[in-house]
Nanobody, 128 residues
Framework: QVQLVESGGGLVQAGGSLRLSCAASAPGTIFSLNAMGWYRQAPGQQRDLVASISNDGNTNYADSVKGRFTISRDNAKNTVYLQMNSLKPEDTAVYYC????????????????????WGQGTQVTVSS
């Protein structure tokens, strides 16, 4: 099925920057992919939306990251990015990539799809 592979997490000092990437792949050629986004989950807390981007580039951000984080996507590569600047210790969490309504052409013919999928998560740790 559709898979999302995240990269770019790590340890950074407060005030620093990180860039997360998430690439979607499928057992075929993806020809339609709707919204993509990033969520995060800190220990003992619920998973919350950080930012999302539609297939035509409309973006949405959590209030806590507005002005510091920027989401973007490369539709040709089926990849979404999250540029995180001015990081704070409270940004520490596991960051998860999401994609919804992914459609792909199967090599053997026909169309496959996944209406919603998650990446495996990447740890972001911001030290004070």
């Amino acid at each position: 099925q559709v898979q999302l592979v995240e990269s770019g997490g790590g340890l950074v000092q407060a005030g620093g920057s990180l860039r997360l990437s998430c690439a979607a792949s499928a057992p075929g050629t993806i020809f339609s992919l709707n919204a993509m986004g990033w969520y995060r989950q800190a220990p003992g807390q619920q998973r919350d939306l950080v930012a999302s981007i539609s297939n035509d580039g409309n973006t949405n951000y959590a209030d806590s990251v507005k002005g510091r984080f920027t989401i973007s996507r490369d539709n040709a590569k089926n990849t979404v990015y999250l540029q995180m600047n001015s990081l704070k210790p409270e940004d520490t969490a596991v960051y998860y990539c999401t994609a919804d309504h992914v459609f792909y052409r199967r090599p053997e013919g026909g169309t496959g799809y996944d209406l919603g999928t998650w990446g495996q998560g990447t740890q972001v740790t911001v030290s004070s």
